[in-house]
């Protein structure tokens, strides 16, 4: 079985810094295939960054340039810097693990506001 444990979300002013952190546990092999999405009121959940099956990243083009994805295989730790935080990012994020079939954190509220 495979459990995903995010943390690190908040309350955070506009132009602020948060770094959201993703351990892993059970049948994890790689952070490869591990990615951060979120989902805001009334929308649909939506990509916000991940590490592709060949150690790349992949970001929205929303979170460019601001956000960082990295990952830690011996800890089994994925994590996403947030920086120039604006209202618009404001959601639960999830972490996200995608191998034979998508498993799911139980998600992280990011705040963004003044």
């Known amino acids: 079985q495979v459990r995903l444990v995010e943390s690190g979300g908040g309350l955070v002013q506009p132009g602020g810094s948060l770094k959201l952190s993703c351990a892993a546990s059970g049948r994890v092999f790689s952070v490869n295939n591990m990615g951060w999405y979120r989902q805001a009121p009334g929308k649909q959940r939506e990509l916000v960054a991940r590490?592709?099956?060949?150690?790349?990243?992949d970001y929205a083009n929303s979170v460019k340039g601001r956000f960082t994805i990295s990952g830690d295989n011996a800890k089994k730790m994925v994590y996403l810097q947030m920086n120039d935080l604006e209202p618009e990012d404001t959601a639960v994020y999830y972490c996200?693990?995608?191998?034979?079939?998508?498993?799911w954190g139980q998600g992280t509220q990011v705040t963004v506001s003044s």
């Open positions: 590490i592709t099956t060949n150690g790349n990243a």
């Open positions: 996200n693990y995608l191998f034979l079939q998508d498993y």
